[in-house]
């Protein structure tokens, strides 16, 4: 059992920065993949980043790529999400996620850039409010 608890959210302008972390109890957290997600009022969930076991594999949906950063301290049982030139199509509950496969391929899109499936996660945090104003 696993259970994600996230933190950092808030509200900021665009082009602006914050970090989501994540933090998991339980002593197996450094086995699992982990991955960020978001839900923007009206829209379906949607993948933003995962990242293997290690942290040696991180990939990112093609709407964030090279804004965001996705790493993890297994020392700590933490996973972040940093969130740099913020837009306000960001706004989103963001939610972190452990898959028990720690090292999952993820599919690739050529539409929306790489992502694992929600249905591949086994624990969910309770979710965090983003809001970047313009």
């Known amino acids: 059992q696993v259970q994600l608890v996230e933190s950092g959210g808030g509200l900021v302008q665009a082009g602006g920065s914050l970090r989501l972390s994540c933090a998991a109890s339980?002593?197996?957290?450094?086995?699992?993949?982990m991955g960020w997600f978001r839900q923007a009022p009206g829209k379906e969930r949607e993948f933003v980043a995962g990242?293997?076991?290690?942290?040696?594999?991180?990939y990112y949906a093609d709407s964030v790529q090279g804004r965001f950063t996705v790493s993890r301290d297994n020392a700590k049982n933490t996973v972040y999400l940093q969130m740099n030139s913020l837009k306000p199509e960001d706004t989103a509950v963001y939610y972190c996620?452990?898959?028990?496969?720690?090292?999952?391929?993820?599919?690739?899109?050529?539409?929306?850039?790489?992502?694992?499936?929600?249905?591949?996660?086994?624990?969910w945090g309770q979710g965090i409010q983003v809001t970047v104003s313009s």
């Open positions: 996620a452990a898959d028990q496969e720690g090292d999952r391929i993820p599919y690739y899109s050529s539409s929306a850039g790489y992502y694992t499936e929600e249905g591949s996660y086994d624990y």
């Open positions: 990242i293997n076991w290690s942290g040696g594999r991180a």
């Open positions: 339980g002593r197996t957290f450094s086995r699992y993949g």
